[in-house]
């Protein structure tokens, strides 16, 4: 069975504090990807990566960083966290190739800042 | 631009009515998605079209790439279908574009 976690469903953070947001995928996939969905608005993607150590920057970046040391983790970085970051994180993962692969999603991150 | 739209926002129906949920997509496309949302959070993907239909138990999801059109049919509707569903496509690269969703409430 395909998966992909996240390591925290629920985190409450104070204003500036550093936050980290984890992500494992067990499918060996070339892309991952971090998303927010706030109401309305639909999924924002705000980096993805398609290789170890690659990364590229989504629709929205700013305020976010991310790591990709292993092909299976892609972690979330807020360097300091901002009320407007409250959100629900999104963590997915796909292959590589347009036509034949569908996107795997984990959970759901729900951060509150404080 | 790679614009995704959706309709309707939100969707309230009787169990059993048979529910249409519509995705219009701007440019060509490789394939589109349609992604099944349940509270709390977590996404599953329903099926990946590139062409013609697909059926699932009681989904059916249809695409016609020349009017970049693509709809999602429930067939005996249950409150079990209660969710958002998501429409979504690439077109060629690596990246997905997602409409905002529609939010189905079935009501027994």
């Known amino acids: 069975d395909v998966k992909v976690t996240q390591s925290s469903r629920y985190l409450v953070k104070r204003t500036g504090e550093k936050v980290f947001l984890e992500c494992v995928q067990d499918?060996?996939?070339?892309?991952m990807f971090w998303y927010r969905q706030d109401p309305g608005l639909g999924l924002r993607l705000i980096y993805f990566?398609?290789?170890?150590?690659?990364?590229e920057k989504g629709d929205i970046p700013e305020g976010y960083s991310v790591s990709r040391e292993k092909k299976e983790r892609f972690s979330l970085i807020l360097e300091s966290a901002s009320t407007n970051q409250t959100s629900m994180y999104l963590c997915?993962?796909?292959?590589?190739?347009?036509?034949?692969?569908?996107?795997?999603f984990g959970e759901g991150s729900w951060l509150t800042v404080v | 631009k790679n614009e995704v739209e959706q309709s309707p926002q939100n969707l309230t129906a009787q169990e059993g009515e048979f529910i249409t949920i519509n995705c219009s997509y701007s440019?060509?496309?490789?394939?589109l998605h349609w992604l099944q949302q349940h509270p709390g959070g977590g996404i599953v993907s329903l099926f990946m079209?590139?062409?013609g239909k697909k059926k699932h138990g009681r989904l059916i999801a249809t695409i016609n790439i020349q009017e970049k059109h693509s709809s999602l049919h429930i067939t005996a509707s249950h409150p079990r279908d209660s969710a958002v569903y998501i429409c979504a496509v690439r077109y060629g690269g690596n990246q997905f574009y997602f409409g905002t969703g529609t939010s189905l409430t079935v009501i027994p």
């Open positions: 440019v060509g496309i490789s394939a």
């Open positions: 997915a993962s796909s292959l590589q190739g347009a036509l034949i692969n569908t996107i795997y």
């Open positions: 990566s398609y290789d170890v150590k690659m990364k």
């Open positions: 079209l590139s062409s």
């Open positions: 499918m060996d996939h070339e892309n």
